[in-house]
């Protein structure tokens, strides 16, 4: 079974903190994803990439980078937080695959509060 | 531009009843569809999925779902309900343009006794 797991299930950082969000994954997987999660919005993807040192912008970039130096681990990182950024961080993987119908394998999740 | 359209932020069925979750999409190509499930507090867990072929798809614990083109959708079906399916439930498509997921705003299921 494929593992997705991300640092931290909860998380507490103060306004202006640069917080970093991490997630590995164990199963060889070329795709990485970051999303946020909030009540009524449903997923949103904030970035993802597709190959070691890139990345691509999704929905909502603003106010978050990403870091990717190694094939299993995908880093998220609040520049400066903000109380806007409190949400659900949602890390997933996917293999490429000749299609590109893979599906995505997830994380449990990081509760992100800024105070 | 695909779009994933989930009818209904809230479906309410009683234990035992039959289950039935929409989804509906638009795509210019054949799609590639998923059906997500999310307890709380947890990431999401892949129900059951659509490439090619047997248009019924079965999935785990017992959901299946059936793609028609004719109607671009791809609902998600259960005989009974059990209060261990209450959830939250993500309908996602993809072209196979890229490796994105395009999806709905969710459907919470509520169980009751």
């Known amino acids: 079974d494929v593992k997705v797991t991300q640092s931290s299930r909860y998380l507490v950082k103060r306004t202006g903190e640069k917080v970093f969000l991490e997630c590995v994954q164990d199963m060889d997987h070329e795709n990485m994803f970051w999303y946020r999660q909030d009540p009524g919005l449903g997923l949103r993807l904030i970035y993802f990439?597709?190959?070691?040192?890139?990345?691509e912008k999704g929905d909502i970039p603003e106010g978050y980078s990403v870091s990717r130096e190694k094939k299993e681990r995908f880093s998220l990182i609040l520049e400066s937080a903000s109380t806007n950024q409190t949400s659900m961080y949602l890390c997933?993987?996917?293999?490429?695959?000749?299609?590109?119908?893979?599906?995505?394998?997830f994380g449990d999740g990081t509760r992100l509060s800024i105070l | 531009a695909q779009s994933v359209t989930q009818l209904g932020s809230h479906v309410s069925v009683s234990e035992g009843a039959l289950v039935l979750l929409r989804c509906n999409y638009s795509s210019s190509v054949p799609p590639y569809l998923f059906w997500y499930v999310q307890y709380p507090n947890q990431g999401l867990q892949l129900l059951l999925k659509?490439?090619?072929?047997a248009t019924l798809v079965k999935g785990i614990n017992g959901f299946e779902a059936e793609f028609k083109k004719s109607e671009t959708s791809f609902h998600l079906t259960k005989p009974s309900a059990h209060m261990s399916d209450a959830a939250e439930y993500f309908c996602a498509v993809s072209d196979g343009s890229n490796y994105q997921l395009i999806w709905g705003a969710g459907t919470k299921l509520i169980i009751k006794p």
């Open positions: 997933a993987s996917s293999l490429t695959g000749v299609w590109r119908n893979q599906p995505q394998h």
């Open positions: 659509y490439t090619t072929g």
């Open positions: 990439s597709y190959d070691v040192k890139m990345k």
